[in-house]
């Protein structure tokens, strides 16, 4: 079925990387152990092409949560998978793979992964965290054994563009190890990760009078329940999410908004550390993309059984842990960071078990301001935002634009190409590319009315797709819910479903259309555009068209 492939993604350096590891490992495997080169790079460019100024060496007693990522097999045979996973032509529509099954057809081996996990031990790592899908082995260790294990000198840069210094490698890694290994995650701190959270201008006028029903007419996650899904009897009950958090959270901030605020909920909220680091803070601390993800997912969904709050210092680290566990059949994040290799395997993991993969778009009206990653990613999900206007405290959907700070626009990262299901929606109009990825996917409020608890405090003025994804996270925990009932499969991965309901002449029955609002140099067009995507959810219609493709 090529002419309707649901993946196609150009070969980067990285992807050609993972489709001759098989070569490598069969070399490495006969040899016997010698330094031996990553498939992938670590050193930052700014360090290679000496644009940032070695300040000093890294302090050897310093301690860098790390994880090394041993490469997947037969990427080809998984993308050609997941296109008959989400064909409803085909037999094999949304039969989807369990975690030993994706291991046993595409994970690194048994022996190789165990064989590396008692070499980096030995070398005076610390194992924190194993996979049942054999991709990453996380670990801690301090500057002097990594230096030691990895033949690199760690040095202390002053950054080109930012008041700070960053700890990098000198040179690329190696490993006196005969088995191949993709990436190391953690060695320098070049790029920082970022919540896609922020926060009114004080001096800024509202523009609209607000209708929420939060101290001063912000809306509360209640709200925006009942804006995109109403009154109907679906409330996510059997049903887990998952979040992607890069720090910890404050349990005392979400039990206090939902006692304070509502609605009451009986959902168990787990913290989950994927590589040692604390989950938890102890004491009151700046929780804001934490707290406000698990108060907006849980309010659309406040049936939910079982809320995971994944943290860790790598975002590899959580993805993995997330598709390894798959617990959750929904999940999300608001974090943007660095384009990093073994992503792209994680995802279409999540993909073939069928688990939804969130993520917001960003909030600079551009991707390269954004981030630009993940949402470029063509194996999850991007959401946009919107400005959502409602009719009362509580009330129903009235109005809905794009709004200003929603990024989009086709892929920075030119190896990206567009899906096959991207191309009927491409024009001179919306601006997009017929050559590259597209985003977002679809939207949802993101303006600055949105109310949350954090930091031990309450505030209003809250925007940011950072809000958008976990909305949809809960919306699709509700989607899942009903399938359970139907008893049918979950939906899975959105976007092939998504674009052909966009194609449908009543497709606005599904979405919530943004036809006006402008971002950046996009528009806001009727059907899809690159400032919403499709827009944000009617509700019960689009429940029942997402089961039924």
Avoid at 194 to 202: G, L
Avoid at 350 to 362: I, N, P, R, V, W
Avoid at 496 to 514: E, I, K, M, N, V
Wanted: charged share 15%; with cysteine; proline share 6%.
């Amino acid at each position: 079925m090529t002419s309707d492939h649901v993946f196609q993604r150009a070969l980067s350096a990285a992807r050609a990387a993972l489709l001759l590891t098989g070569g490598l490992a069969a070399q490495l495997a006969g040899a016997q152990a010698q330094a031996a080169p990553m498939l992938t790079a670590h050193v930052p460019d700014a360090v290679s092409q000496h644009r940032a100024v070695r300040v000093m060496d890294a302090p050897a007693g310093r301690e860098l949560h790390v994880a090394f990522a041993l490469p997947m097999h037969d990427l080809d045979k998984l993308d050609a998978l997941l296109a008959d996973l989400y064909n409803p032509a085909s037999p094999r529509f949304r039969h989807y793979l369990s975690v030993p099954d994706f291991t046993a057809r595409f994970s690194p081996s048994a022996a190789d992964y165990d064989r590396t996990v008692r070499f980096l031990a030995a070398q005076g790592l610390k194992i924190t965290g194993t996979a049942a899908n054999r991709y990453l082995i996380d670990a801690t260790g301090t500057v002097g054994t990594l230096q030691a294990a990895l033949h690199v000198k760690f040095g202390m840069y002053k950054h080109p563009t930012e008041n700070r210094l960053f700890i990098a490698p000198d040179r690329e890694p190696s490993l006196d190890l005969n088995v191949a290994v993709l990436h190391v995650t953690g060695l320098d701190d070049y790029s920082l990760p970022v919540a896609r959270r922020a926060h009114r201008d004080a001096n800024a006028g509202r523009g609209v009078a607000l209708t929420g029903s939060a101290p001063g007419g912000d809306y509360l996650g209640s709200d925006i329940r009942a804006a995109y899904y109403g009154k109907g009897p679906l409330t996510g009950a059997g049903q887990a999410i998952g979040l992607m958090e890069l720090a910890p959270y404050n349990d005392a901030d979400i039990a206090y908004y939902f006692t304070k605020y509502g609605p009451q909920v009986s959902t168990v909220v787990q913290p989950i550390s994927t590589d040692g680091s604390p989950a938890l803070c102890s004491t009151t601390c700046d929780d804001g993309e934490q707290a406000l993800d698990i108060e907006y997912a849980i309010s659309v969904a406040p049936g939910l059984a079982l809320m995971q709050v994944y943290t860790a210092q790598s975002p590899e680290s959580v993805l993995n842990r997330m598709a390894s566990d798959n617990t959750s059949a929904q999940l999300s994040t608001s974090w943007g960071w660095r384009e990093n290799p073994t992503d792209d395997a994680i995802f279409m993991e999540m993909a073939a078990q069928g688990q939804t993969m969130l993520t917001a778009s960003g909030d600079y009206s551009s991707l390269r301001a954004s981030g630009p990653w993940p949402e470029e990613s063509a194996y999850l999900t991007g959401v946009g935002g919107t400005d959502l206007a409602t009719t009362g405290p509580g009330g129903a959907w009235a109005s809905e634009t794009g709004w200003s700070d929603s990024a989009g626009g086709p892929s920075v990262d030119k190896t990206i190409i567009i899906p096959a299901y991207q191309l009927p929606f491409i024009s001179k109009k919306t601006g997009g590319s017929l050559k590259l990825r597209n985003v977002p996917d679809i939207a949802g409020d993101a303006n600055f009315d949105n109310f949350e608890c954090y930091a031990g405090t309450c505030q209003g003025g809250w925007g940011g797709t950072s809000f958008a994804s976990p909305i949809w996270s809960g919306f699709i925990a509700l989607a899942n819910q009903q399938a359970t009932i139907n008893g049918e499969p979950r939906v899975g991965f959105l976007n092939p479903t998504l674009y052909r309901l966009g194609l449908a002449q009543h497709y606005t029955s599904y979405f919530h259309d943004q036809t006006s609002g402008k971002s950046g140099k996009f528009n806001a067009l009727p059907g899809f555009d690159l400032v919403t995507g499709f827009g944000s959810p009617t509700g019960a219609a689009l429940i029942t068209a997402l089961l039924a493709p």
